[in-house]
């Protein structure tokens, strides 16, 4: 049986010894082992905490060399193998080291086993975390030892094995804890420019003192020193000093530096094998400057580089630096999905969408993978996605609509009943809106009062195409006026757009149902369906009509809504397009300069805007005229 010596190094770490040790209790029970703690010089609790665990508790003044410290404590192993472990950090999970241990094949071909390491940088927030693998259990054998007074480095002979599964926990930097960060930096930041001194071209010196200023925020300086280490590199070792080109990336994008960034991408990226982080990290700067080609191939890339880390072949990759952007793994795919269907790339779309899980699906993402789906006329795998989607949420249901009704209107030749039908299972208000339109193609109408109860038991799903059934009533007759009452103009006019683009009839069909239902409760709604006919007719010519009952309908809701005082000497103080209107009313009644009228006009960069001023200017006197009207009729109905 092989016995284990759990090797630490310790000073001041009451907060977390205990923590540790008591993570090693499972190892112990399956593994013969011996703990053996080194204390560098604590004026805390810890060493009381280390004697509750083991008699092996060995005092050393510290000498300002960290691999001396750590060839102390194996000095006193007696286990055929040891593992190192630090104060600050868990043990995890154990089973995997105790697995190996346990193997005789892989106690004897290898020499050492890599960990599974999760670094958590803010106490605060678990969900982040940088994650790498370690050497931490080395066969002792003689040879295996730790050199590098600062960032020690352990000396071992391979092969090595990887370990399955998480296995430790780090906690030492808190970056929420400013006191501790800048103790560690300054501390760590000294001993590295003493080493610097003896040798101002050691490139993991340099690269390390960039990472400790990093780590205290001190950006300038860091980008300094991880620059000095970049220019160092010999051109055929990129690969050996990856870590360095990743940090340089890092510590750019920092400094918002992204077009240096490309400019490294451009020098080496026939160079040198990319790694994980600064795959991503380059991917993200294409991307950001639409440059999707090339942030495609990077994203791509990056997936690759992250299947074969999860399968424990990138071990050289992780061996002198952490990973950090594995948790964005499924924003990556997202991102990748965006790209291939900006690009109409529809079968890797779907590709993107099957990789992702449920729990990240939204009505985008859906509409993506539906009209994809559409084009490539995969009913199969349409009708899949709608069982899918059989308990999901409403808003999501209506994008697969949404997508299914756009597709149609797009191409009516295409055979758009296979997958409607398969849709009316998402909604049955769906079912009734296609029974409806078949109906009305057939000259047969639907119950007015019917229609209505419809698109008002729709309103949830806030889908416009539902809003044929308003167009169908109106077509029956009916004062929709009423109904678009307690609607916001937002809705209004979005329902509005829908409508005048689809059926070419509406403008003339509204405004004869304008006049027939002209009360005052339903001016609003009237105004936001002018105001959208009017915005609907390109170029500088419009509908007279429609112009002068929008001025006129607004200037009364302003003297019917507001102080007349406002109205009439301060309309600047009036919200949103009522201030537009408002001076518009000035102006006709010659209160307001034109020039002050047509550069607010101006500002608006609306051709409905200027086509109102320019209607109020050429028809002043008969407005005029009308607008007197409004006053005394208003005053009226005050009184």
Excluded at 398 to 420: C, F, L, M, N, R
Excluded at 430 to 459: C, H, M, P, W
Excluded at 508 to 530: D, F, G, K, Q, W
Aim: with cysteine; glycine share 4%; charged share 30%.
């Amino acid at each position: 049986m092989n016995m284990l010596s759990i090797c630490m190094i310790v000073r001041d770490e009451e907060e977390n010894l205990e923590r540790c040790l008591l993570s090693l209790e499972r190892l112990s029970e399956k593994i013969a082992s011996e703990l053996i703690i080194v204390d560098t010089g604590s004026t805390d609790n810890t060493i009381e905490i280390a004697h509750k665990y083991t008699e092996k508790v060995f005092i050393h003044p510290w000498e300002n060399d960290f691999a001396a410290m750590r060839n102390k404590s194996i000095g006193y192993a007696k286990g055929n193998w040891v593992l190192v472990i630090d104060a600050d950090e868990q043990l995890a999970n154990p089973e995997g080291i105790i697995s190996c241990l346990k193997d005789k094949k892989i106690t004897a071909e290898y020499n050492a086993l890599l960990l599974s390491v999760k670094d958590f940088p803010k106490k605060s927030d678990s969900s982040i975390f940088f994650e790498y693998l370690l050497p931490r259990v080395f066969k002792n054998d003689g040879k295996f030892k730790f050199e590098g007074s600062v960032h020690e480095q352990p000396i071992y002979s391979e092969p090595s094995y990887v370990v399955n599964g998480e296995c430790l926990y780090h906690y030492g930097y808190n970056s929420e804890d400013k006191g501790l960060i800048e103790k560690k930096t300054l501390r760590m930041s000294s001993m590295l420019l003493e080493k610097l001194k003896d040798n101002p071209k050691d490139i993991y010196y340099l690269y390390q003192l960039s990472a400790t200023y990093r780590m205290g925020k001190m950006y300038i300086e860091g980008l300094e020193y991880i620059e000095k280490a970049f220019n160092l590199i010999p051109n055929n070792e990129w690969d050996n000093y990856s870590y360095v080109v990743k940090h340089y990336v890092l510590m750019l994008r920092d400094l918002d530096r992204e077009d240096e960034i490309l400019k490294v991408e451009e020098m080496l990226k026939e160079k040198m094998t990319f790694g994980i982080d600064l795959a991503y990290m380059i991917a993200e700067i294409f991307y950001k400057y639409k440059k999707y080609h090339q942030a495609k191939k990077y994203y791509n890339y990056y997936l690759d580089r992250i299947k074969l880390h999860e399968e424990g072949q990138l071990i050289k990759e992780n061996m002198t630096e952490s990973i950090i952007t594995l948790r964005y793994k499924d924003s990556v795919i997202i991102k990748l999905l965006k790209v291939l269907f900006a690009n109409k790339d529809f079968n890797g779309v779907l590709e993107c969408f099957g990789k992702l899980p449920e729990t990240l699906y939204n009505e985008e993402l859906l509409g993506c993978a539906t009209e994809s789906i559409l084009e490539l006329e995969l009913a199969n795998q349409f009708e899949e996605l709608v069982t899918l989607l059989s308990g999901g949420s409403v808003a999501m249901k209506e994008s697969v609509i949404q997508k299914v009704e756009a597709y149609g209107d797009k191409h009516p030749q295409y055979a758009i009943d296979k997958y409607q039908n398969c849709v009316k299972r998402l909604n049955p208000m769906y079912e009734i809106l296609l029974l409806a339109r078949d109906l009305y193609k057939k000259g047969q109408n639907v119950s007015t009062s019917e229609l209505i109860q419809f698109y008002k038991g729709t309103l949830n799903t806030n889908s416009v195409f539902y809003s044929d059934f308003l167009y169908f009533a109106m077509k029956n007759g009916a004062n929709i006026f009423e109904v678009l009452i307690d609607f916001s103009n937002e809705e209004i006019e979005r329902t509005a757009v829908y409508l005048v683009d689809k059926y070419k009839e509406l403008k003339e069909l509204s405004l004869l149902r304008i006049s027939e239902n002209r009360v005052y409760e339903a001016m609003r709604p009237i105004m936001c369906l002018e105001w959208i006919f009017l915005d609907h007719e390109k170029g500088p010519e419009k509908d007279n009509r429609l112009g002068f009952d929008l001025l006129l309908n607004k200037i009364e809701w302003l003297y019917r809504v507001y102080l007349k005082e406002v109205v009439d000497i301060s309309p600047e103080l009036l919200p949103g397009r009522d201030k537009l209107f408002g001076c518009l009313n000035l102006m006709i009644q010659k209160k307001l300069p034109s020039c002050k009228v047509e550069s607010l006009i101006a500002n608006e960069n609306n051709l409905t805007w200027v086509y109102l001023y320019k209607l109020s200017l050429e028809n002043g006197e008969a407005l005029l005229e009308e607008i007197e009207h409004i006053k005394k009729t208003v005053n009226l109905d005050v009184g």
